[in-house]
């Protein structure tokens, strides 16, 4: 079955650091997509970034970017030069394809990141 | 375009009551999902939907839950004789035909319910 996993519950930064959140999942699949998802206090799920298994190039979007291992089946997120904003709950999704159009989620129990001022 | 729509935002039931959270999703979208979050966990997945079809229930538990997605009107997420466990956010996500986007689920704002 796959699984994702999260090993840090909570991290906390300064205002305009890097940051690095750690994922890592595993299936038997070759072919999938990985999520990192962004929960603010609102509690709405917002998508931060995508990546595609068959593609090797890490995907990137502003001061989001990830390192995606295949092999090791590891999906990190960067965030560059932090902000207020990104305070949030961070969540890494691996979507799993049951059949024909049933894609469905698998989600690790995230991490809380803090930005301080 | 408007994004997912879910109501109400927030529930509250006694225990034995009934809740019932409905999503209305993005157009043209005709696969509706629903997870849910237990505080400090991520989302579970709980049932498929599309149109009229329960596709995937596997997540649902068996007794007190049920799901449609009717022809016309929202997805209806029911919850009968509630009790203080089913206390916990439900999200619902509605995504295109995957040929056309690789399969990305929209998320709507998520129903907190609270059994007293």
């Known amino acids: 079955a796959q699984t994702v996993t999260q090993s840090q519950p909570e991290m906390s930064v300064q205002e305009a650091e890097t940051v690095t959140l750690s994922c890592t999942y595993d299936?038997?699949?070759?072919?999938?997509?990985l999520f990192w998802y962004k929960q603010p206090p609102s509690r709405q799920m917002i998508l931060v970034i995508r990546?595609?298994?068959?593609k090797q190039q890490n995907a990137t979007e502003n001061r989001f970017s990830v390192n995606f291992q295949k092999a090791a089946k590891s999906f990190s997120l960067k965030i560059s030069d932090s902000q207020l904003g990104d305070t949030a709950m961070y969540f890494c999704?691996?979507?799993?394809?049951?059949?024909?159009?049933?894609?469905?989620?698998?989600w690790g129990a995230g991490t809380k990141l803090i930005i301080k001022p | 375009n408007a994004g997912v729509m879910q109501n109400p935002r927030h529930l509250v039931r006694r225990r034995g009551q009934e809740a019932r959270l409905r999503c209305s999703p993005m157009?043209?979208?005709?696969?509706v999902y629903w997870y849910r979050q237990l505080p400090e966990e991520g989302l579970k997945f709980m049932v498929y939907?599309?149109?009229?079809?329960?596709?995937?229930e596997s997540g649902m538990p068996k007794e007190r839950f049920s799901a449609e997605f009717p022809k016309e009107g929202p997805s209806i997420l029911r919850i009968q004789q509630v009790v203080r466990g089913d206390s916990a956010a439900y999200f619902c996500?509605?995504?295109?035909?995957?040929?056309?986007?690789?399969?990305?689920?929209?998320f709507g704002p998520g129903t907190r319910l609270t059994v007293l």
């Open positions: 996500a509605s995504s295109p035909p995957p040929a056309i986007t690789g399969n990305e689920q929209f």
């Open positions: 157009k043209g979208h005709s696969h």
């Open positions: 939907l599309q149109k009229e079809n329960i596709i995937d």
């Open positions: 299936t038997s699949e070759s072919n999938y997509y």
């Open positions: 990546q595609e298994a068959y």
């Open positions: 999704a691996f979507m799993k394809h049951v059949m024909d159009s049933n894609y469905q989620l698998i």
